[in-house]
């Protein structure tokens, strides 16, 4: 049977969207310290994350292409191997992943902005470079400018996928989560009491997941025992 390069780019990117998936919901719900795959099923991995990360992929992807296209002339991929900066990265190159490994270390301790995980994930996109020589993605991808490009936005699309879930996370924790629950309408039967302002962080299988502002609870509601639950724009994000 002929092997056709669709089915080998096929067998790399299903797993390769799941595990950028894994990523975001872990980048997540690592926020509130709940291990989210206790809750959820392997399908439901892509279709809890997948609205997410289009959304921030193609924000990235039209950014990389727009840099390509003004500035793909002016530095196109190897145009610089034979400087004597590109010496130097070819000869030193295993250093350099040790201070890029380093940095991210350093950036991941000392750094407590939820942010860091971007700038994380630009260093992360940098390691990406080493791979370009290999000789498994040289047969892969044969154009060195592609072999290139899409490396780095592979790498930079796993990074950004968990920084985005952090991100994301933590503005719950600080009270701007895009929908609180309406404690009024709901029919929750007194499982709330005690917190004014319960934030709703998600549907994990067949469990609503909500979060107590004022006392940093976590409340996991079973979806079949709850007849009614009603969402309501955060009044914290208005005029934002």
Do not use: C
Not at 83 to 94: A, D, E, L, V
Not at 117 to 144: E, K, R
Not at 190 to 216: C, E, M, N, P, W
């Amino acid at each position: 049977m002929q092997d056709f390069p669709f089915s080998r780019y096929l067998a790399f990117g299903t797993p390769y969207v799941f595990a950028v998936s894994v990523l975001y919901l872990y980048g997540f719900w690592s926020n509130f310290n709940l291990n989210i795959f206790e809750f959820i099923s392997i399908n439901d991995v892509i279709r809890l994350s997948i609205f997410s990360i289009l959304f921030f992929v193609g924000s990235l992807l039209i950014g990389h292409l727009l840099g390509m296209a003004f500035l793909g002339d002016v530095l196109p991929p190897g145009g610089g191997a034979d400087t004597s900066i590109g010496r130097f990265g070819r000869k030193y190159w295993k250093y350099l992943v040790g201070i890029v490994l380093i940095l991210i270390i350093i950036i991941n301790r000392m750094i407590q902005n939820p942010n860091k995980w971007f700038i994380i994930a630009v260093l992360i996109g940098n390691l990406s470079l080493i791979l370009t020589h290999l000789d498994f993605f040289i047969q892969l991808i044969p154009n060195p400018q592609a072999r290139s490009s899409i490396l780095v936005l592979l790498f930079l699309i796993m990074g950004i996928s968990h920084a985005e879930g952090r991100v994301e996370g933590a503005r719950i924790i600080e009270g701007k989560a895009k929908y609180i629950i309406d404690l009024q309408q709901s029919k929750l039967d007194g499982k709330l009491s005690g917190d004014y302002i319960v934030a709703f962080v998600g549907l994990a299988g067949s469990r609503y997941i909500l979060f107590g502002t004022q006392t940093k609870r976590i409340f996991i509601v079973n979806a079949k025992d709850t007849e009614l639950i009603v969402l309501a724009p955060n009044p914290a994000l208005q005029g934002n």
